[in-house]
């Protein structure tokens, strides 16, 4: 029985919920993204200001050059959240599995369908997920069905906005096979360009690609590459809730301009530490092992070491921060500081006991994706709660 | 007294509303033909359209049909006979039927299609494979599907259903040998119950005298728990009745109404009634 995985999209999220409180931005273009700063980046941009070129991760910068009249607005963290989990709770409540892949993005696990209607069951599928959406937020959303996650968040943007795109089942090489690789998730600049020296530009070249000509570049991630260029991958949905513990907790700023000033990073090290501190006894768990990220200029470095007794105390791991850091950065100044711990160990018995505990681990989970989305430019404490995947 | 369900979750309403015997009774003496609907959607917020089984109209009438009725009301459709009784592969036909239920779509009235199958539709290997064809004809929409032979009362036809995407639709009829058993299941996410009466002496003859009858409070009882447990698991659910003759389906909706504690929504403002 082929399996029916949806892919939920909401579209230009940030700045969607922006018009809809003042619905005389609708025309202009705007985006919403960055902090005070100034260095910030595009979290969304309106779909006005996308006929100028301006994308999401592009620098504000950039955008105003190339639309001087660009209606800058800041995240409103709350807001967003709010909103957030009102689409989640709408979804749960037309799937059994539902997975947050980002604050504005999900997966469901719908029944699997028959396989001569498959299409049509997706279709319909596809429509009352997008109705029930709008129906409870006026916001709108794009949907993309297919047999897996992989092809669903492909199918996702063919359609956008507002769309329901269903990829039938072996229609994806026929779809995507002409594409230039770089249209699988996952695969950036430097795998599209170090794919390309090997003459493979398309999904099709990839598909189609030796394995061990690939090993000798990417090594053991090769034949992920090549079933993702098949269409194969993604995994499976997991909900809220059925996560894997986690592997480590961390928080991190980016300043806004580079700081070198001892007492500034210590006062920094020990707010992020406590952050993590706290979040670690909210999950109960404890850390092993400290960790200390930093960038100095577009370089990222990262230092570690293991404790003899695993903490959730904030004051340890602020202090084993700073025995780390000061002396690798050697007075150079930051742009970035971060602290994590990880070797997590549970503090307490382990499993949900109530149901409602599992939810609200969810919900947690939720807020720590917003997070991820602010990015580290956003001035705002990003938040990392890594489940062992690469960032 | 059991707690009243959230409001929206059920929509009552009738199978059909333009019935000549149900002047002086439902309809005021002298109302015109042409103002039925507009007084049927200021008693009911849903109707299921029957006359689509007999003869698929021509879109300009549906379009005329969501300007009558206010908005919050909806519509759904019974299957053309064609699909269901006749197992028509003719995609023009569903390509019509889709065509024609447009406008009332556009305005967000349509909310979908009843597929009743006739009591010769039985559990057999063609007729699920017809069930997936219409799926597959009439993509998007709800549909739910009423068998009235037994053989689909099985679990693993819900089963089937669902992995369609396609409604189960509860029946209230006869208890005559061979027909399907009163049940209450949803398979999509909606639910939907039709009333037809329990006239056993009248059933197998046909026509019109078929839904004379005159549900008791005792009857409508039966169906509480088994409306609050499909309200419970579905987003909506319809409750038809299709007990027309001489307006009684008006009479049974008002008194499901009062059981289930509705009453307020639907005050049908009807004298001895």
């Known amino acids: ?391 | 007294m059991q707690a009243p369900l959230p409001a929206g979750k059920l929509r009552m309403g009738l199978s059909g509303y333009s019935y000549d015997d149900w002047t002086g009774i439902f309809y005021p003496k002298g109302l015109a033909k042409s103002e039925y609907l507009r007084y049927y959607a200021s008693k009911f917020g849903a109707v299921e359209i029957n006359a689509t089984y007999y003869r698929i109209p021509p879109a300009r009438s549906f379009e005329a049909m969501a300007a009558r009725t206010p908005s919050g009301f909806v519509f759904t459709a019974k299957a053309n006979q064609d699909m269901t009784h006749a197992r028509s592969r003719e995609r023009s036909l569903y390509r019509g039927f889709l065509e024609a239920v447009d406008p009332l779509r556009q305005a967000g009235k349509f909310d979908g299609t009843l597929l009743q199958f006739p009591f010769g539709f039985r559990n057999e290997v063609r007729n699920r494979s017809h069930l997936a064809f219409l799926r597959e004809q009439l993509p998007g929409m709800r549909l739910w599907a009423e068998f009235r032979h037994e053989s689909w009362d099985r679990p693993p036809v819900l089963d089937y259903l669902r992995r369609l995407d396609i409604g189960y639709c509860a029946v209230d009829e006869p208890p005559l040998p061979g027909l399907l058993p009163p049940r209450a299941a949803v398979t999509s996410d909606a639910g939907y119950v039709r009333f037809h009466g329990r006239n056993a002496a009248t059933w197998w003859g046909g026509g019109h005298e078929r839904y004379d009858w005159e549900y008791t409070a005792e009857e409508l009882s039966e169906w509480l728990d088994r409306i609050r447990e499909m309200a419970t698991a579905a987003d909506h659910t319809y409750l038809f009745f299709n007990n027309c003759y001489m307006g009684r389906a008006v009479k049974s909706a008002r008194l499901l109404g009062r059981l289930l504690g509705m009453e307020p929504e639907l005050d049908l403002g009807l004298p001895g009634v």
């Open chain 1, 1 to 391: 029985m082929p399996a029916l995985v949806a892919h939920v999209d909401m579209d230009a999220f940030f700045a969607s919920l922006e018009i809809r409180s003042d619905p005389r931005l609708a025309d202009r273009p705007l985006v919403v993204g960055g902090g005070p700063s100034g260095r910030g980046v595009v979290t969304t941009a309106s779909y006005p200001a996308r006929r100028f070129g301006i994308h999401s991760g592009m620098s504000l910068a950039e955008a105003r050059r190339r639309c001087p009249a660009l209606l800058a607005l800041p995240v409103d963290p709350p807001k967003v959240m709010h909103e957030s989990l009102r689409v989640l709770a709408v979804l749960e409540s037309l799937a059994a599995r539902v997975e947050a892949a980002s604050v504005d993005e999900a997966y469901l696990d719908l029944p699997p369908a028959v396989p001569e209607a498959w299409a049509a069951v997706a279709r319909t599928w596809g429509f009352r997920i997008r109705e029930r959406v709008t129906a409870a937020t006026g916001l709108s959303c794009s949907v993309g069905l297919a047999v897996n996650k992989l092809q669903a968040k492909m199918a996702t943007p063919l359609g956008k906005p507002e769309g329901v795109t269903v990829l039938p089942q072996d229609a994806f090489l026929a779809t995507f096979g002409e594409r230039e690789v770089s249209v699988i998730p996952g695969i950036g600049p430097r795998t599209t360009r170090a794919l390309g020296d090997l003459g493979i530009l398309t999904v099709a070249d990839l598909a189609r690609a030796e394995p061990e000509r690939l090993r000798t570049v990417f090594g053991r991630g090769s034949s992920v590459l090549v079933d993702q260029a098949g269409g194969r991958g993604g995994g499976t949905v997991v909900a809220s809730g059925e996560e894997p513990p986690p592997k480590s907790a961390g928080h991190e700023t980016t300043f806004a301009r580079d700081r070198a000033e001892p007492r500034f990073l210590r006062a920094t090290l020990w707010y992020l530490a406590d952050r993590v501190a706290r979040r670690l006894r909210r999950h109960g768990f404890a850390a092993r092992t400290v960790v200390v990220r930093y960038k100095v200029g577009l370089s990222r470095y990262s230092r570690q070491r293991s404790l003899r007794v695993p903490t959730d105390l904030p004051g340890t791991l602020a202090a084993e921060g700073w025995r780390l850091l000061e002396p690798a950065r050697a007075g150079r100044p930051l742009r970035l500081l971060g602290i994590a711990g990880a070797g997590l160990v549970p503090t307490e018995p382990q499993g949900v006991l109530f149901p409602e505990e599992g939810r609200r681990r969810g919900v947690l989970g939720a807020g720590d994706l917003l997070r991820d989305r602010f990015g580290e430019d956003a001035l705002l404490p990003g938040t990392v709660f890594l489940t062992g995947r690469e960032r």
